[in-house]
């Protein structure tokens, strides 16, 4: 996977040490709009918790478990994404959060584009995006870029204030994209 993607207003970059601070500014800043949907978030966090997740991001990456991007607006920090290995050979999935301040201008819906078209790039077969029924907004990408519904299953993690606990299994494929 190549370091940073896109360019223009939307850019996806690896995340780096000196990125810790500005990332737990970012989450404290939108505690309120991911708690509903985010289990890391509903004890609070810390700078640590910051620093720990920038850390865990270069050895997801040398071992091929996760592609973690810093997600940046003008080359503000916005959210985060990721490719992540957990849906077995030939597929990853995709995972994004932003500030509430970059909801509903199309930035998660780039970010997952540029994601999807890298994971092709380098010959993955599917690109799934999972979403709680309940999460509208999240659900919008997908269906934006393509995305089919193909199946409706019991959350992997513990539920969250804003899920319903149902999750909705979107992918795309190569000959579909």
């Keep these: ?46 700078p640590q918790a910051a620093a ?21 607006v003008s080359g503000r920090l916005a959210g985060a994404t990721s490719l992540m290995a957990r849906i077995g050979p030939g597929g990853l999935e995709i995972g994004y959060w932003l500030h509430p301040a970059y909801v509903g201008v199309g930035v998660a819906t780039r970010a997952a584009s540029l994601l999807t078209a890298e994971a092709f790039r380098q010959g993955v077969r599917r690109v799934e995006i999972v979403t709680d029924v309940a999460n509208l907004r999240s659900a919008a990408v997908p269906k934006r870029l393509g995305f089919v519904e193909v199946e409706r299953r019991p959350p992997q993690e513990p539920l969250t204030p804003g899920e319903d606990g149902l999750d909705v299994v979107w992918r795309l494929t190569p000959d579909r994209g």
């Design 52 to 72: 720990d997740f920038v850390t865990s991001t270069a050895e997801d990456w040398a071992r091929g478990a996760a592609y973690n991007y810093a997600i940046f």
């Design 1 to 46: 996977m190549r370091a940073q993607l896109g360019s223009g207003e939307v850019t996806l970059r690896r995340w780096r040490e000196s990125d810790a601070g500005a990332l737990y500014e970012v989450v404290v800043e939108s505690i309120d709009h991911l708690r509903p949907w985010m289990a890391w978030v509903a004890d609070g966090y810390t």
